[in-house]
């Protein structure tokens, strides 16, 4: 059995931040690559950032120097930190088992302007 659960979105202004959480079960966590997507309305689902077993991360050029993911693996847990949002980060994020279909159940982010 395998899940993955996301939390910590919400309804923030420009400029604003939240962080977002991933927390998992049923999976090899340590040694899994776990990425963020996300889907705007009308829109398909894009990568947001990875962060490999060793602690390599990436990130799109959207949000590279505003968001920061990270990993612990005694929670099973991957987080993502938003920081500076703008109403072009409005979307549902998702957290994902890299390499997997394995994915939760998404939460919304709405940034107002």
């Known amino acids: 059995q395998v899940q993955l659960v996301e939390s910590g979105g919400g309804l923030v202004q420009a400029g604003g931040s939240l962080r977002l959480s991933c927390t998992t079960s049923?999976?090899?966590?340590?040694?899994?690559?776990m990425g963020w997507y996300r889907q705007a309305p009308g829109k398909q689902r894009e990568f947001v950032a990875h962060?490999?077993?060793?602690?390599?991360?990436n990130y799109a050029d959207s949000v590279k120097g505003r968001f920061t993911i990270s990993r612990d693996n005694g929670k099973k847990t991957v987080y993502l930190q938003m920081n500076n949002l703008t109403p072009d980060d409005t979307a549902i994020y998702y957290c994902?088992?890299?390499?997997?279909?394995?994915w939760g159940q998404g939460t919304q982010v709405t940034v107002s302007s």
């Open positions: 962060i490999s077993s060793l602690g390599v991360t």
């Open positions: 994902n088992l890299v390499g997997s279909s394995l």
């Open positions: 049923g999976v090899s966590f340590s040694i899994s690559t």
